[in-house]
């Protein structure tokens, strides 16, 4: 692989073709050694600002109550708590091997240090206003802000959930995004208690959200119904958890080209009944992972999201976990074709892993390699974005790179 200016230049079919190139251009080579060279993870859905409250939240009772509870600890933390919890974010990311993020950020905190740091980011900017026009006024001005031009950041919006933001706001955000170009993110059917309440205006959800859409006579039932009479449901949205869809909601989205981001780490903390992957794969919705956050996970480590899923899904391929969390990410964050992918004139952000528990004519196997990486069995021996190492490693930069297997073609 030949990286120039950021990109990846130029894919060599072995390792004679590299030395051949390598001897004709003048350059070195720079030699992994005996590891893979795969992209980059693209963690799909995170709450950087909240990693400050790694174990402090439970993981069994209502759904109602861990938000109480949410809300309390965060309104705790200082904007110096803020700015490191997402700085010990960003290093957990990077550390395993995730080279973009989409980031969910409610305080401008997350978007101030992403735009200063080597990982690549969709920044959402949150809004919601449960309802409250005063509220719904601040939100809108705060998400149409001024933002700086930044190589490796970029803009888009979340509207919290069908549950947490007016009719009037929804229109609003889904105008504005249409406008600048920027694709959206919202949090959608992750409990039975959010479906009931916005059908019925009923169960736990009644004593937080007072002003919920699902209490309006003239709103639409059903999330995402809300979400389309705002003119929201499209290709540039991504809809977040999606545990709990409607008949005939999985359908709908596939036709509507939105994808969806699973979680496994947090569904595995709450608890959750096994979610229905197979139906949105049959229906043909792209399907990707994030972390969302330690708030509701235990790590923030894309390898372990795709174990999780391994094991509540023994039926799907290695290269379809992958996918999921590389290529599927990409597209869902608004990187589609940029990232997440290791071809000729894609973003050279990519990972070397190492796989020490394989033994030699494993590691010579790509069926067995693929497996252990979907496994969580790798360990992250050096990361990259644009070509400029942001973990252990010399930079690319005009520089070619080897290695004896290639799995992430």
């Known amino acids: 692989m030949f990286v120039a200016r950021g990109k990846v230049a130029r894919i060599l079919a072995d390792r004679g073709a590299v030395l051949r190139f390598a001897r004709r251009e003048g350059i070195e080579v720079l030699d992994l050694g005996d590891r893979v060279l795969a992209p980059g993870f693209i963690d799909a859905h995170a709450h950087l600002e909240l990693s400050a409250l790694e174990g402090k939240l439970p993981g069994r009772g209502s759904f109602a109550d861990w938000i109480r509870k949410l809300v309390a600890q965060r309104a705790a933390l200082s904007a110096a708590d803020l700015r490191r919890s997402v700085e010990r974010g960003v290093s957990r990311l990077l550390a395993s091997g995730t080279t973009a993020v989409g980031d969910i950020d409610s305080t401008g905190t997350s978007e101030a240090v992403l735009r200063a740091g080597p990982l690549r980011a969709r920044v959402y900017r949150e809004i919601l206003d449960l309802g409250d026009p005063v509220r ?76 919920s859409p699902g209490l309006a006579r003239s709103a639409p039932r059903g999330g995402l119904s809300v979400l389309a ?59 990707a992972l994030g972390t969302d956050g330690l708030s509701s996970n235990r790590e923030l480590d894309m390898r372990r999201e795709m174990s999780l899923l391994r094991r509540a899904h023994a039926w799907l391929p290695p290269a379809t976990v992958f996918e999921m969390a590389t290529r599927s990410g990409a597209r869902a964050i608004g990187f589609a074709g940029e990232t997440g992918e290791i071809s000729e004139g894609s973003l050279a952000d990519v990972c070397a892993h190492g796989f020490p528990e394989l033994s030699a004519r494993e590691a010579r196997s790509a069926a067995a390699l693929l497996d252990a990486l979907t496994s969580g069995r790798s360990t992250v021996d050096g990361v990259w974005i644009g070509g400029r190492s942001a973990v252990g490693g010399p930079e690319f930069s005009g520089e ?10």
Do not use: K, Q
């Open 400 to 409: 070619l790179s080897e290695s004896p297997a290639r799995i992430a073609e």
């Open 136 to 211: 719904s006024s601040a939100a809108s001005t705060r998400a149409a802000r001024p933002a700086a031009r930044s190589a490796s950041l970029r803009i888009g919006l979340s509207p919290h959930a069908p549950y947490t933001v007016g009719a009037g706001l929804l229109r609003s955000a889904a105008g504005l995004a249409a406008r600048r170009g920027w694709p959206a993110a919202v949090h959608w059917a992750e409990t039975v208690e959010e479906v009931e309440w916005l059908a019925r205006g009923r169960g736990p959800m009644r004593a937080i959200f007072a002003r």
């Open 229 to 287: 009479a705002a003119g929201l449901l499209g290709p540039h949205l991504a809809l977040v958890h999606g545990n709990h869809p409607e008949a005939g909601d999985i359908e709908r989205i596939a036709r509507s080209g939105a994808t969806l981001v699973h979680c496994p780490g947090t569904h595995a903390f709450f608890g959750r009944r096994r979610f229905g992957l197979r139906a949105w794969i049959d229906a043909g919705v792209t399907v």
